[in-house]
């Protein structure tokens, strides 16, 4: 069985033991961040990304099951295969591997709560972040590495936001501005706890998006101006900058090449690296 759709037959699983007069009104809330959002960075800078959500209250008992993906836009310059996620939050160790329920993972991690990378190489997306509780009531043995916990954290979600994950990826070589977004996001939520060994029932919820993408715009190392290339205009700002006679922040900023907080001729020597560089 493909490991994508492992997931997808669960959540299936999972919406089938609702309670019949259930109606579904309960709503999970996700949202993508960056701290890059909106920024122009150098290429080979630190893109990161977290997903946080919330659960709505008064019409459930916390979140059973949480997915997403996250996608790269067509419309980006180049595309890149997203590495998984860095780590599963504390708070949500029951929705992961072998507590929970999610995807296989790949070699490292092996847990798909971090995403599974799916795609042509060079342009994969990251799959199914997240996964689903154990609400079946009944353990998979020890050393399963899957559904190895009966018991049922109620109320997550509900308390304010929750962070899914996190990661982060290298921005990429070539210049322009690169979108990436939440797609295919999935959820249920408890509608009732139980004591192993009764199943405690969930509901499919519908889900909305806070904020659904962030943007950010790559310009080569050395390029002070952001227009994607590197030629003797910046090289008068370069110059400008050492002498005083601009000092607009941006700028000023991106002139220090070597990161250290000093404008000094080690900037300079990185300034005529980058624009001798093919």
């Known amino acids: 069985m493909k490991p994508i759709r492992t997931l997808i037959l669960v959540a299936a699983v999972l919406v089938v033991v ?28 630190t893109i990161h990304w977290s997903i946080e959500f919330t659960v709505s209250q008064g019409d459930n008992e916390g979140l059973a099951l949480l997915t997403a993906d996250l996608t790269q836009a067509s419309t980006n310059p180049v595309t890149i295969d997203i590495p998984p996620a860095t780590a599963v939050p504390p708070e949500m160790n029951n929705f992961a591997r072998p507590a929970g329920i999610t995807n296989p993972g790949g070699v490292n991690p092996v847990d798909g709560y971090m995403g599974v990378q799916r795609g042509p190489g060079g342009a994969q997306n990251l799959m199914q972040i997240g996964g689903a509780q154990n609400t ?8 399963a590495g899957i559904a190895e916990n ?17 990661g982060s990826f290298t921005a990429p070589a070539a210049c322009g501005a690169y979108s990436f977004s939440l797609a295919n996001a999935m959820a249920n939520v408890l509608t009732s706890v139980q004591s192993p060994p009764a199943q405690s029932l969930v509901a499919e919820a519908t ?23 590197v030629d003797p205009v910046d090289a008068e700002l370069m110059v400008g900058v050492l002498i005083g006679t601009v000092s607009d922040p941006l700028t ?27």
């Open 18 to 45: 609702v309670a019949p007069t259930q109606v579904m009104a309960q709503t999970v809330t996700l949202s993508l961040a960056s701290p890059e959002n909106g920024a122009t960075i150098v290429v080979g800078q």
């Open 136 to 143: 079946f009531g009944v353990a998979r043995p020890s050393g």
């Open 150 to 166: 009966t018991t049922v954290s109620g109320g997550i979600g509900q308390s304010g936001s929750v962070l899914l994950t996190s």
């Open 207 to 229: 889900v909305a998006i806070g904020t659904g993408s962030f943007t950010v715009n790559i310009i080569p190392v050395a390029d002070l101006n952001a227009d994607c290339a």
């Open 252 to 278: 000023v900023s991106g002139a220090d090449l070597n990161h250290d907080g000093q404008l000094n001729g080690l900037d300079v020597q990185s300034f005529v690296n980058a624009a001798l560089a093919p």
